[in-house]
C-alpha cells in the first residue's frame, strides 16, 4: 500500500473497533463498503492473542493477584473486578493515558482490537418504551428522537448474529428477544422467582440474558464460532469463541467481505471538516508508533471509539465553522454525561435445600428487571434500578492448627450452606453540570489536550440508593433469607463501566447533537453510536442498545450515500 | 489525579536502589535461589521457612508444602504483592519469629528438631495478640502456604479437581456430601 491521497481514502471510516465499531465495520463491509478502522490499541487477533485463556491457576505466578507495584501505580484501573492477572494485558493501565479528575471517576479502558468487548461481562438486556419514554415524562434530559418499534428489527438484527441466550419471559418493560436456549438458575434462584411473582405483582426475577452461544446456529458457526463450554473465563478470550467479542464475531467476519482495512496504533486526534464542502472528509491520526500524523479520507465517519473517547474527539475537532467541537453549535457537546449506579450491593444465606447444588459454572445469573416508577411515577426519586441476583454454595476449608490434622481439613473442605448476592443496576439523570471538557494547555501524548472529568452522584442517586436497601432487605427477609447484610462501596462514578452521553440524540439541534439516525445535527456525514449517543440511561447494561443503534445507523448512512446525500 | 511522572520514577529508583542493596545484605550467607526485587532473604531464610511450610502441610502419602515449592510462592507474594508496610512487616516477624524460636527452643528453627518446631507453632497458634509480630508473620506465611497448596497442580487434579472446561451447567442437583478424603 503506498502513501499517496487515494491509497488513504475509503468510502467509509470507522474509529474504534470495540462493540459498536466492530458492528459498524461489520455492516459497512457486508454492504460492500471499502471500510477503514482506526483503532489506537495493537492488534489482537482471535485464538492467536489470548495467551492466558489455557491456564491452570497454578500457571499463574501470582494465582490471580495484581502485584503491589501495579495497584500502586495505577490505582484507578485496579479497582476493577476483573483486572487481574489473567487478563491485565486487556486493560489501559492508569499510566500510560493520563486525565484529570475534576471529581473522582474511575475511567476503565481497553485499548485494543476488539476494545472491552473482550472483557465485558456479556450481559444483554433489551430497552423498552417504558425506557426511552423516559425523560419525556419525568421531564429531564431531552425527548429520546426514537421509539422502540424504530430499533426493535435492529436488536433482532444483532441478537441473531452476537448469539443472545434467554428466555421468552414477556415482559412489557423487558421485552423479548432472539433467543438461543437459556441455562438454568439454580434451586434458589428459581425459588426467589416464585417467591417474588407470587408476592410483588409488577416484580419479577428472569434468567438473565447473555451473549452465549448455548447452542450455536449455522451463522455462528459461519462465524468460526461454537458453543459455549461454561468456563467462566471469558476475560481472557474465548478459544471456542463461545460468548460475542469483536474479535471472534464481527471483526472476522467483516475481513472475510474483502473490503476491511484495519490499522491498529492508530490514534485518532480530529476529524476533518471541509468548510466548503459543509461536511467532513476524513480525520486525522497519529501513529503510535512513529508519532506522525497522517490523513485518511471517506464519504462517512463512524465515531465509536468508546464514550469518553467520542467526547474527546469530537471536542478536538474544532474548525472555522465550529469552534467548540464539530458539530456543537447547540453547546451541550461534552454536558449530560451520566452513567449507571453500581454502589449498592446486598448478600444472605438460605437454610432451604440443604439436599441440592449446582454443577459446572454458569457464565451469567438471575436478574431483576427495573420495578420502580416504571409505570408512574411512585417513589420521592426518579427513575430505578435493576439487579442482579446469584446463589450457589461455597467451600469453606478449616485452616486451624497445623500439620496433618490441617492437611486432612485441607483435603475435605465442607460444603457451605447456600449465599444468595445482589447488586444494583440504578439509572442516573444526565445533568448539564457532569459534564467532560479539554484542558485549555496541557496535552497527552498524542497532541491531544487533556481530559478533564467533572462527574458526581447527586440526591436521586442517594435516595435511589437507600430505596436498594430497603425493597431488597424486605424481598430478602419475606423470602426467608437470613444473615442479610448491605454495603455501599461507595465506588466513584465510572467503575460501572457504563459511560454514556456527551453526544445526545434528540430531535431539537438547539438541545441536542444527533438526530434519530445517530447523525449529527450540523455535519451529515459524522455518526456516533457508542454510549456517547444516549440521551438517558436507564438501567440496562447498554451494549446491545450500542449494537442495535450501530447497524441502524450504518443501514440508513448507506441508504443516504446511494441517494447522493451525505 | 492524574499520576504524576515523578511518582513513577521515584517508585522506580526505590526498586532498583533496593535491588543494590540485596548483594550487600547477603554477603555472609548463601544467597536465595530466587531474584528478589524488594525483600532480602539469605538461603537459610529461604530454607527455614520451606521448613516452616513443611510443618504446616507436611509429606505424608501425599504430597507436602515443600513438594509444590509453596516457600518459593510464599516468598514471590510477599514480595510482589504485599504492601510496603506489609512486607516490612513481614521481614520483622521473621526476625521475632527466629527470636520466638531461640527463646523457647535455644535454636533456631532449621536447627530444631521436629518436635520443637511444633511446640513452636503450637504457641504460635494461640496468640491472640494482633500486635504480635511472629505470629502475623506466621499466620500470613500459614495462609500463603495453604494458598498455594490449595491451587497447586497437585491439589487441583487429584484432591478437590479444577476443571478448566465444564462444558456443563446443572442448576440443581442433588447434593452428595464427599467420602472422606485421606491426606
Ligand atoms: C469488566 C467489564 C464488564 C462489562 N460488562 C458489561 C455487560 O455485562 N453488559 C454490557 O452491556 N456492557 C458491559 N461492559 C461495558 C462494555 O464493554 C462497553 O459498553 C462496550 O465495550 C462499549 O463498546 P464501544 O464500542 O463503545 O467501546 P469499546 O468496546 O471500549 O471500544 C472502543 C475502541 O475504540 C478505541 N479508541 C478509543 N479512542 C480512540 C481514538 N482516539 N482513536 C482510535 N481508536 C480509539 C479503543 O482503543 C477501543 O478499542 C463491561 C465492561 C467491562 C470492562
Redesign the pocket.
Known amino acids: 500500500m503506498g502513501n499517496t491521497k487515494e491509497t488513504r481514502t475509503f468510502d467509509a471510516i470507522v474509529?474504534?473497533?470495540?462493540?459498536?465499531?466492530?458492528w459498524a465495520a461489520k455492516e459497512f463491509t457486508e454492504k460492500g463498503l471499502k471500510t477503514l478502522v482506526?483503532?489506537?490499541?495493537r492488534d489482537v487477533q482471535h485464538l492467536k492473542d489470548y495467551p492466558t485463556t489455557n491456564k491452570y491457576p497454578w500457571e499463574f505466578e501470582h494465582r490471580g493477584d495484581i502485584t503491589a507495584d501495579v495497584k500502586e501505580a495505577n490505582p484507578v484501573v485496579s479497582r476493577?473486578?476483573?483486572f487481574r492477572e489473567d487478563a491485565m494485558h486487556f486493560f489501559v493501565k492508569d499510566t500510560e493515558h493520563p486525565y484529570v479528575q475534576d471529581k473522582p471517576f474511575d475511567w476503565?479502558?481497553?485499548?485494543?482490537?476488539?476494545?472491552?468487548?473482550l472483557?465485558?461481562?456479556?450481559?444483554?438486556q433489551r430497552w423498552s418504551d417504558f425506557d426511552f419514554e423516559g425523560p419525556a415524562r419525568d421531564g429531564f434530559a431531552v425527548d429520546w428522537p426514537i421509539r422502540y418499534k424504530d430499533i426493535a428489527p435492529w436488536y433482532s438484527h444483532v441478537e441473531k448474529f452476537a448469539g443472545i441466550s434467554g428466555n421468552k419471559d414477556g415482559l412489557p418493560n423487558l421485552p423479548d428477544g432472539e433467543f438461543l436456549p437459556p441455562l438454568e438458575l439454580s434451586c434458589v434462584e428459581n425459588y426467589f422467582k416464585d417467591f417474588v411473582s407470587k408476592n410483588y405483582k409488577d416484580r419479577n426475577v428472569i434468567y438473565a440474558r447473555?451473549a452465549h452461544l448455548t447452542e450455536p446456529q449455522p451463522i455462528h458457526l459461519e462465524q468460526g464460532r461454537g458453543q459455549c463450554q461454561k468456563r467462566n473465563l471469558c476475560?481472557r478470550g474465548c478459544p471456542f469463541g463461545g460468548y460475542f467479542s469483536?474479535n471472534s464475531s464481527t471483526l472476522p467476519w467483516a475481513q472475510r467481505t474483502g473490503n476491511l482495512t484495519m490499522r491498529p496504533h492508530?490514534?485518532?486526534?480530529s476529524i476533518i471538516y471541509d468548510e466548503q464542502k459543509g461536511k467532513a472528509t476524513g480525520v486525522r491520526?497519529v501513529d503510535t508508533q512513529s508519532k506522525e500524523m497522517i490523513e485518511y479520507y471517506a464519504n462517512v465517519i463512524f465515531v465509536?471509539?468508546?464514550?469518553v473517547?467520542?467526547n474527546?474527539?469530537l471536542l478536538n475537532s474544532t474548525s472555522h465553522r465550529f469552534p467548540n467541537g464539530l458539530g456543537n453549535d447547540s453547546g451541550v457537546l461534552g454536558k449530560y454525561f451520566a452513567f449507571h449506579n453500581y454502589r449498592g450491593h446486598i448478600s444472605a444465606e438460605y437454610d432451604g435445600f440443604k439436599d441440592s447444588t449446582t454443577d459446572g459454572r454458569t457464565p451469567t445469573s438471575a436478574y431483576l428487571p427495573r420495578f420502580r416508577n416504571v409505570v408512574k411515577q411512585e417513589t420521592d426519586f426518579l427513575r430505578g434500578y435493576a439487579a442482579g441476583f446469584s446463589s450457589g454454595r461455597g467451600k469453606n476449608m478449616h485452616t486451624e492448627g497445623f500439620g496433618k490434622t490441617l492437611k486432612e481439613n485441607l483435603f475435605n473442605p465442607e460444603t457451605t450452606g447456600w449465599y444468595v448476592g445482589s447488586h444494583m443496576m440504578g439509572e442516573t439523570i444526565p445533568k448539564e453540570s457532569n459534564k467532560l471538557t479539554l484542558d485549555a494547555s496541557k496535552k497527552d501524548e498524542w497532541g491531544?489536550p487533556l481530559l478533564h472529568l467533572d462527574i458526581a452522584y447527586d440526591d436521586n442517586d442517594e435516595k435511589m440508593l437507600k430505596d436498594f436497601f430497603e425493597q431488597m432487605t424486605e424481598m430478602y427477609t419475606k423470602a426467608g433469607f437470613t444473615n442479610i447484610k448491605t454495603g455501599d462501596s461507595k465506588q466513584a462514578p465510572g467503575l460501572d463501566?457504563?459511560e454514556m452521553g456527551g453526544v445526545r440524540m434528540g430531535n431539537d439541534p438547539k438541545t441536542s447533537m444527533l438526530n434519530k439516525w445517530n447523525q449529527l445535527h450540523a455535519c451529515k456525514n459524522v455518526f456516533v453510536t457508542?454510549?456517547a449517543c444516549m440521551t438517558s440511561t436507564s438501567t440496562?447494561?447498554?451494549?446491545?442498545t450500542?449494537m442495535a443503534l450501530t447497524a441502524r445507523a450504518v443501514d440508513y448512512a448507506v441508504t443516504q450515500l446511494k441517494k447522493n446525500e451525505l | 489525579m492524574p499520576l504524576n511522572r515523578r511518582t513513577v520514577l521515584k517508585q522506580f529508583l526505590y526498586m532498583s536502589a533496593g535491588m543494590a542493596l540485596l548483594p550487600a545484605c547477603l554477603q555472609h550467607h548463601a544467597k536465595s535461589s530466587m531474584l528478589l526485587k524488594h525483600i532480602a532473604i539469605d538461603g537459610d531464610q529461604e530454607k527455614t521457612l520451606a521448613e516452616l511450610s513443611e510443618t504446616i502441610i507436611p509429606a505424608t502419602t501425599t504430597p507436602g508444602a515443600k513438594d509444590v515449592s509453596a516457600h518459593l510462592f510464599v516468598l514471590t507474594m510477599v514480595d510482589d504483592c504485599f504492601t510496603k508496610a506489609d512486607r516490612d512487616r513481614w521481614q520483622a516477624g521473621f526476625a521475632a519469629f527466629e527470636k520466638m524460636s531461640n527463646d523457647l527452643n535455644g535454636k533456631n528453627y532449621l536447627s530444631s528438631t521436629p518436635q520443637q518446631r511444633e511446640a513452636l507453632l503450637t504457641k504460635l497458634e494461640t496468640v491472640k495478640d494482633e500486635k504480635d509480630d511472629a505470629a502475623w508473620f506466621y499466620q500470613a506465611t500459614k495462609r500463603l502456604t495453604i494458598r498455594c497448596y490449595t491451587s497447586s497442580k497437585f491439589y487441583l487434579t487429584k484432591v478437590q479437581v479444577y476443571e478448566l472446561v465444564p462444558s456443563r451447567y446443572k442448576g440443581c442437583v442433588p447434593y452428595k456430601p464427599a467420602a472422606r478424603k485421606v491426606a
Do not use: F, M
Request: aromatic share 6%.
Open positions: 474509529i474504534g473497533s470495540g462493540i459498536s465499531g466492530g482506526l483503532e489506537r490499541g476493577c473486578y476483573a476503565i479502558r481497553g485499548y485494543q482490537v476488539g476494545g472491552k468487548s472483557l465485558w461481562a456479556r450481559q444483554t447473555c476475560q469483536s492508530s490514534v485518532v486526534h491520526v465509536n471509539a468508546a464514550a473517547n467520542t474527546i474527539i491531544i463501566i457504563h457508542d454510549g440496562q447494561n447498554p451494549s446491545l450500542y
